[in-house]
């Protein structure tokens, strides 16, 4: 078996999480994206891990790559643990999740260009695999403000997911974004969230997913609320 990790054909991958919380609980006080000395840190930290794994490639000569993580499970876990073992710790064991990897915190409001050139530093550092994305309202109406911003992504980041609200009510006939709460999500129409009578979709941990039908844990539920709009109403900003 592991012959197949040999010669670059396969990869045995570093994951992390919580470059947000770890700067955070390092440095305290500014927030990372305000300054330009936590972010140099947080790049170095990723560096490191890469340096890493670059030496374990070279004295085994198996594929060894880091992997930014985004994190379904353990960003719940990871912080019930550290929030057993140290208590509940502002900025970072507080929310009840990490956030995953690199990712800008999810409640930092920047419009998707900013947030993209907070995180471009990193992609090149994960040659284990890694996600950039941004959270846009409707815009249907402004469909050009969505191609800018895919034409600025392909000229920065190599991978790049937008996630927009197509979340549909069988009862009443809504489509849009639903309410997200700590319980789950609600048709803000009719206040329907039944199960079976509504289709949510969601990206999380880089993929889309139907919340309604597999619920998020409570600590990727909270992330999901938190996650504020990179664009307002259609318009940057």
């Known amino acids: 078996m592991s012959e197949i990790f040999k010669n670059g054909r396969a990869s045995i991958s570093l994951g992390y999480i919580g470059i947000h919380e770890t700067i955070n609980a390092l440095f305290g006080g500014e927030h990372l994206y305000d300054s330009e000395q936590l972010r140099a840190k947080g790049i170095a930290i990723v ?31 990871f912080c019930r ?3 057993a073992e140290f208590g509940v710790v502002p900025g970072v064991t507080d929310k009840g999740y990490y956030t995953n990897s690199f990712h800008l ?15 471009a530093p990193y992609p090149p550092l994960a040659n284990g695999g890694f996600i950039c994305y941004g959270e846009y309202p409707n815009i249907q109406h402004n469909l050009k403000a969505l191609e800018d911003v895919w034409d600025y992504s392909y000229q920065h980041v190599p991978y790049y997911g937008t996630n927009t609200p197509i979340d549909e009510c069988y009862e009443c006939g809504f489509t849009g974004e ?6 789950g999500f609600t048709c803000p129409k009719c206040g329907n969230h039944d199960a079976a009578r509504v289709s949510v979709t969601r990206r ?13 844990n409570a600590g990727k539920q909270e992330e999901v609320k938190r996650r504020v709009k990179h664009l307002g109403n259609g318009q940057i900003g």
Request: with cysteine.
């Open 204 to 216: 999380v941990c880089g993929y889309l997913g139907s919340p309604d039908a597999r619920p998020f």
């Open 81 to 83: 643990l550290d929030t």
């Open 178 to 183: 639903f309410e997200c709460t700590s319980k």
């Open 47 to 77: 560096e490191r891990l890469r340096q890493a794994v670059d030496q374990w490639k070279d004295e085994t000569g198996y594929g060894f790559s880091l992997y930014s993580t985004p994190s379904e499970n353990l960003c719940d876990r």
């Open 105 to 119: 915190d999810v409640e930092k409001k920047v419009n998707p260009y900013d947030k993209i050139d907070f995180e």
